[in-house]
């Protein structure tokens, strides 16, 4: 399964003139004017040195499938003339979860409206920017918001069980607490572990969520009964692993 020819990014394109040599910022807000993005052209730009997932130039021996699937991302240009930002429609990914091929991408920003705002050398633009749903898929509002709110829920789940995984990551190097470490949290490594044998420990519940939220915030439809019904065995399985992970003697 090898890509043919590049694909265009993938988002919402913001096309914009700068005519200085000032910083250029971009915010995106939703409906109620909160801020949900913010972008800058002072923003370190991933190279081939940078962690995964998007380096300007993928590292072979860092990578976990082929790289002609990791794209540079989108940054802001200040340099005089016109550019174009790329924004992907996600909100940001809670920072423990900023790791893996989406990076800082969270879930999907739900249909409606949004705006744009662009700060070029002091002065500041807004422009409105709708997001409709697939005109194929006849769902209320409700729905997409129901399944924006479900989504963030179990991402919020998730980022403190990364963050668990990463403390258990960095006690798993002394032989001393190895095996203590492995009865709670599972795998701690970066590659692709084999299927756990627990079913309760940090990791098999992290991944068995990753699912979940992709399923979740991946469909054409408001969240199903099998979501829930996995939510509510998910759910205490990960607060549980938690506390065993919060008791566990350092």
Known sequence: DE???????????????????????????????????????????????????????????????????????????????????????RYPAPAPLATGRRGEEGVFAPPGTYTVALAVNGQRSTQPLTIVPDPRIDLPSSAYAEQFAFARDVEATRAALATALDEAKKLAVRPDLQERVKAIAGSTGDSFPLPPSETNTLRFISDALGRLQNAIDGADAAPTPDARVGWTRLKPAADAALKAWSEFPR
């Open 3 to 89: 890509p043919l020819a590049p694909n265009p990014p993938n988002g919402a394109y913001i096309d914009y003139i700068a005519s200085g040599t000032g910083p250029v910022t971009l915010e995106i807000l939703d409906g109620s004017n909160r801020l949900i993005r913010r972008f800058s052209s002072d923003d370190a730009v991933p190279d081939a040195n940078s962690p995964m997932p998007m380096p300007r130039t993928p590292l072979p021996a860092a990578l976990t499938t082929a790289p002609e699937w990791f794209v540079p991302p989108s940054s802001l240009k200040s340099s005089p003339g016109m550019h174009r930002f790329v924004w992907s429609m």
